[in-house]
């Protein structure tokens, strides 16, 4: 009979741990007061909170259990003084991997970006050592799309976009090992062309032409590295 009481406890108890999708919660409040919650009571009304929204905190932190792996995966937000979203970063054992997003203090978008390695915090200092990967991409205040990055394991890779706030393209850029490499071309927000110049290894090599907003011949350079 013990041991049968027993055995509905553990399952009781593993059902309930598997309803528990956070390990602990670290909060820091607008005053710079710090708390870390690991009730489980407490966690799970944490877990009905959406950290994107406004809040009335500085900073928060939340980790869930280790997984089958052994790694434990957590989340980062830090807010304006507006209570407004600022910063979310995704981290792995407490280094920065995953999604990293930024916004404008109005609460439009202001980066989407993927990070691979670096340190686990929102500070400027940690966001130094970030590697990021993939594409990157920036909007104004407004919620226009202002560019678009390839990386490869930190370093710019392939074609790079600018646009002007209508979406035409402003800037096509081209890289290799995070330098200029290849045909570089900038527009009139007409469309028309108004740069068409090559690099290599980061400098300017080969014709270089410049156009007015007609489509005419502005100049033509020639660079030799």
């Not at 041991?3 to 406890?9: E, H, P, S, T, V």
Request: proline residues 2%.
């Amino acid at each position: 009979m013990r041991y049968y009481f027993l055995l509905i406890f553990f399952c009781l108890s593993c059902q309930s741990s598997k309803n528990i999708h956070l390990s602990s919660a670290y909060f820091v409040s607008r005053n710079g007061i710090t708390e870390t919650i690991t009730n489980p009571q407490r966690l799970k009304e944490i877990e009905k909170i959406d950290f994107l929204s406004p809040t009335s905190y500085q900073k928060v932190i939340k980790t869930q259990p280790k997984d089958y792996q052994g790694k434990v995966a957590s989340s980062a937000f830090t807010y304006y003084s507006n209570g407004c979203i600022s910063r979310f970063l995704e981290m792995i054992n407490g280094r920065a991997y995953g999604y990293y997003k930024e916004w404008h203090p109005n609460g439009f978008l202001k980066l989407e970006a993927y990070v691979i390695e670096g340190a686990g915090d929102l500070t400027d200092s940690a966001q130094a050592s970030w590697v990021f990967d993939g594409k990157c991409r920036c909007w104004d205040e407004k919620g226009s799309l202002e560019a678009i990055f390839n990386y490869e394991k930190g370093s710019l890779e392939e074609s790079s976009l600018h646009f002007f706030s209508d979406g035409q393209i402003k800037k096509q850029e081209s890289f290799f090992k995070d330098q200029k490499h290849g045909i570089q071309e900038e527009f009139y927000s007409s469309g028309s062309l108004f740069l068409k110049s090559t690099y290599y290894k980061g400098s300017l090599n080969g014709i270089s032409k410049g156009f007015w907003n007609n489509g005419n011949k502005q100049f033509i350079e020639y660079f030799e590295k």
